[in-house]
């Protein structure tokens, strides 16, 4: 397995690299990011050989999509998949600070939901400007959800069901300016809810199917399997807590999560696998995975996420981990086991 290596589509659209760059990063996530290092990061990736990209307007207040589209309006277009996301408006205003939502050096527009036709067209058209692009491959709506939402969900659901956010979307797919929509979103439940609404081609899943936890077996990536819709693993390492840094879910590390994860850690050392090789490549070995996207802040940490995702793993060290009930029973495994 390499970077390189494309896995096709469940619908056959497209095929995405295996390993996928997430640019929240180039916006500026926790700690500033400089252009220079974004840029060097972004000519990186691609002379490794990833070619799937995935921005939002959200990240760094849009000063992803710039970063981004700077470096990738240089390169072929028909040699890179990129996709961003729809459902927030950016807006000016300058009371905008530093820190905030977690970036740390926004730039002066405020993100307002709004998931309704218009909105959606909007968002859009504001993304390929910053892009510089004619496209977007893959359009998600971003932070859709009743966890996200809490009491404000049937609202903006409703937006899209009734308000025709939905529609927009199968409206710049019949008209070829984007090639697949679905949802990119850190809920698998709301997947389900949308494909009872909408076709959808596939759909950005962050940190819901990984090592640490595999609840969206069933029923979702047993659905999308039999439907033809693909999953792109996001935040294979749970927020950072697979990976050191003690975050899950954006935040400080629950104990339970803490313990389960020094369990996964006992097997991985007995083994000599490192934790972030075996969070890259396990999502993958589903039918429903094309690809797992993580994000780098610098191209040494990209270098390194190749690296991980290129270490072989021994067949025993999967087994062992179903043993100790540290994977759900079902999960497909890298080499097969099962």
């Known amino acids: 397995m390499t970077a390189v290596t494309a896995k096709m589509m469940l619908n056959q659209t497209f095929a995405l690299s295996q390993l996928g760059l997430g640019c929240a990063q180039m916006g500026g996530l926790y700690r500033p990011s400089s252009n220079e290092e974004a ?13 799937y990209f995935d921005t939002a307007p959200f990240y760094g207040y849009t000063l992803s999509e710039h970063r981004v589209g700077a470096v990738l309006r240089e390169k072929p277009r028909a040699e890179f998949i990129l996709s961003s996301k729809v459902g927030r408006l950016m807006k000016a205003d300058t009371s905008v600070k530093p820190g905030e939502d ?11 939901y709004d998931y309704t036709y ?39 659901w409703a937006q899209l069901t009734q308000g025709g956010g939905f529609r927009a979307l199968e409206e710049l797919r019949t008209q070829g300016q984007t090639r697949a929509i679905g949802l990119g979103v850190n809920e698998w439940q709301i997947i ?23 609840e969206s077996l069933e029923p979702l990536l047993s659905r999308c399997a039999a439907s033809g819709h693909s999953i792109i693993a996001g935040g294979p390492f749970n927020s950072g807590i697979l990976a050191g840094s003690g975050k899950f879910n954006y935040a400080d590390a ?7 994860v020094a369990r996964l850690t006992a097997v991985c050392d007995a083994f000599e696998v490192p934790v972030q090789a075996a969070a890259l490549q396990f999502p993958l070995a589903h039918p429903a995975v094309v690809s797992c996207l993580a994000g780098a802040r610098n191209a040494t940490q990209l270098t390194q996420n190749l690296a991980w995702m290129n270490t072989p793993l021994p067949t ?13 029973p079902d999960a497909p495994t890298p080499g097969g086991a099962a």
């Open 316 to 328: 025993a060290f999967w087994q062992a981990l179903k043993d100790k009930e540290l994977l759900h």
């Open 192 to 214: 389900v809810e949308a494909m009872q609404e909408v076709t959808l081609d596939c759909s950005l899943l962050a940190g819901r199917y990984t090592l640490l936890e595999q």
């Open 254 to 260: 629950p104990a339970e999560v803490v313990a389960k």
């Open 102 to 112: 977690g970036w740390a050096e926004p730039l002066p527009f405020r993100p307002h």
């Open 118 to 156: 218009s909105g959606i067209m909007r968002s859009f058209e504001d993304s390929l400007q910053r892009l510089g692009l004619t496209h977007i491959d893959i359009l998600f709506v971003h932070d859709i959800g009743a966890y996200t939402h809490q009491e404000m969900h049937a609202h903006y």
């Open 39 to 51: 840029t060097h990061t972004l000519q990186t990736a691609w002379d490794m050989g990833l070619r």
